[in-house]
């Protein structure tokens, strides 16, 4: 069997808040008729510097045309070649890059035809099952406004009763209003929410995460995320002494998981499908449980296609100890397969169909079809919420 051709198609969803995410929907078709679906997906943090899809398309095909879809690792052998540090080093928030999630889409859609071809889901490759379902949280971004405390308070009432209980929230613009918004939760639903995590997102220094950690712990959550600038590990180290919550950093290349045990950084390395794929994520899934570290899965929020490979890694991981993030099928009010990967009771149900185990559906696909981003219409994320 070998790949012989390429179809990318760029798509515009909609999130419950309102705003824009842009993917590109990717189809890996092969000489015997099968077709492995991939997505490189909620690609508006880009916006200086959104990719070219003509120019993706052609770089896609020029690795993967006439090659063996079984043959994953050395597809990636090939893309480390033109996708420079890929995978030994990255960033650490977002912990991927347009070329890190170009790779990624190519891996899924690999473990997705592998499957089809063996009727089998793509966690076989990756190790077998040891659960069926994923345990989730919802994400929350930050209040900056007033209007954002009934807004967020109503998203939480709304997924309550769909079964979702579980949230990390962003804090950091103004801790006095992530205060005042979390005493607002607390008394508006007590005990029947639960709240995972804090994430700092990288935007702070060590000791004022730390002041606000002071200020926030009342709240009970379990975890605090991304709470020092961008790789200051030694920062994380000291506050983790210090605080009683697990510290949580993204971890997307080897340099960085190495940096951050040799420190004594993190408890839980948070790893995501988008830094590369399935094959190189299950590696720092797997240094992690050596290291006797935590791992939750990540996210940048996939549709269906992405959130399914979230699914197979998650039921293939050993120890997933910590509620995982990818709830891209609740977030989107559209998506582009016929079926939803099926998320209730804040788990996340591993597919049980061959491959990836999501159809497309064809025809939400082109109603989908739009440039990648418009510039006149907010992007998600803590800093385009409040207008």
């Not at 029947?192 to 997102?201: E, G, H, I, S, T």
């Not at 961008?230 to 994380?236: A, I, K, L, N, T």
């Not at 949580?248 to 995501?272: L, P, Y």
Request: glycine letters at 8%; a negative charge; hydrophobic letters at 45%.
């Amino acid at each position: 069997m070998k790949i012989s051709s390429i179809t990318l198609t760029p798509i515009q969803t909609h999130r419950r808040t309102g705003s824009i995410s842009s993917h590109l929907i990717l189809q890996v078709h092969t000489d015997e008729g099968l077709t492995g679906l991939g997505e490189i997906s909620d690609l508006d943090c880009y916006r200086m510097y959104m990719p070219d899809v003509d120019a993706v398309k052609i770089g896609i095909e020029r690795i993967a045309l006439g090659r063996d879809p079984f043959a994953v690792q050395a597809l990636h052998n090939e893309m480390a070649k033109y996708l420079h540090n890929y995978f030994l080093s990255a960033p650490s928030y977002p912990p991927f890059t347009p070329a890190s999630q170009i790779a990624a889409g190519i891996d899924m859609a690999c473990f997705d035809i592998m499957g089809k071809a063996l009727d089998t889901p793509a966690h076989t490759f990756l190790g077998g099952k040891t659960r069926d379902a994923i345990e989730i949280c919802y994400p929350l971004f930050q209040v900056k406004a007033e209007a954002d405390y009934e807004r967020n308070l109503g998203f939480i009432q709304t997924l309550l009763e769909q079964g979702i209980s579980r949230f990390r929230y962003y804090v950091g613009v103004d801790f006095a209003k992530d205060e005042k918004f979390l005493a607002a939760v607390r008394d508006r639903f007590g005990d029947a929410v639960l709240l995972k995590a804090l994430d700092f997102q990288a935007k702070h220094y060590w000791k004022d995460t730390l002041r606000a950690y002071e200020r926030l712990k009342q709240f009970g959550f379990e975890v605090i995320e991304s709470p020092s600038w961008r790789e200051d590990f030694e920062g994380m180290a000291e506050l983790r002494r210090r605080v009683e919550a697990d510290v949580c950093e993204h971890c997307s290349s080897a340099a960085q998981a190495m940096a951050m045990m040799r420190a004594g950084a993190v408890d839980i390395f948070n790893v995501t499908v988008n830094s590369g794929g399935l094959l190189q994520v299950k590696k720092l899934a797997a240094l992690a449980e050596l290291a006797g570290i935590r791992v939750l899965l990540g996210t940048t929020q996939e549709l269906s296609i992405g959130t399914a490979a979230h699914a197979h890694l998650g039921a293939s991981i050993s120890e997933l100890s910590v509620a995982s993030d990818p709830v891209g099928p609740l977030l989107y009010a559209e998506d582009v397969v016929k079926d939803r990967i099926q998320i209730a009771d804040n788990r996340i149900a591993v597919p049980t169909g061959p491959g990836l185990g999501v159809e497309l559906d064809e025809d939400a696909l082109e109603r989908l079809r739009a440039p990648l981003v418009e510039w006149d219409r907010a992007a998600h994320g803590a800093g385009y919420v409040s207008e």
